[in-house]
């Protein structure tokens, strides 16, 4: 989580959550939902109504919290992401421990996407921070988390605040049209 007064990426994440599951759900696909916020939590995919309200009533629970009983992706039950599920993840990219859960998901087949939180705009202006090389360090360390996921075959998608989600969307959608050519 990053944070600059009352925003942060977790709110950004909760709410790309919910108009993403929303979209899917109104295509009629069946939608789950895993947090990894320091404690592990899920739901197991459905489609409708009521799984959308599950899905904000699961959202509106979701904290970040210092957890050194990490648990690791694999006590997710397999019902909870069925083979050949597209994984779209949400996540400013911050936390080593969620990064490699996706990195194992994607190495155990599974279709994965990242939605990245830019956590930039809460980050101090380089004129604030003591050593604008710290910056531009956290920087390319960024880049170089995204290059990671790329070459695993994981598209990472930046989306801020103030841009529309539905970009983020689309790509999405055309990593999975192209998931499938590749799989034929």
Do not use: C, N
Not at 1 to 13: E, F, I, P, Q, Y
Not at 38 to 55: D, E, F, H, K, M
Not at 92 to 121: K, N, T
């Amino acid at each position: 989580d990053a944070r600059s007064g009352t925003r942060s990426t977790l709110d950004l994440a909760v709410r790309a959550t919910s108009t993403l599951a929303s979209h899917y759900l109104e295509r009629r696909d069946r939608v789950g939902l895993v947090s990894f916020g320091g404690v592990l939590s899920w739901l197991t995919p459905a489609t409708g109504i009521v799984q959308r309200y599950r899905i904000v009533d699961a959202l509106l629970d979701a904290e970040i919290m210092l957890s050194y009983a990490w648990k690791d992706i694999d006590i997710v039950p397999r019902r909870t992401l069925p083979p050949q599920a597209l994984v779209v993840a949400l996540s400013p990219l911050l936390d080593d421990r969620a990064l490699a859960a996706l990195s194992d998901l994607r190495r155990r087949g599974f279709d994965v996407a990242v939605i990245e939180i830019s956590p930039v705009p809460f980050a101090p202006s380089a004129d604030d921070a003591a050593d604008p090389l710290v910056e531009r360090l956290w920087l390319l360390r960024r880049a170089a988390r995204r290059t990671a996921f790329h070459t695993l075959g994981v598209p990472v998608v930046e989306w801020r605040e103030q841009e529309a989600l539905q970009g983020a969307i689309e790509e999405v959608a055309a990593f999975r049209r192209a998931a499938h050519l590749a799989r034929r």
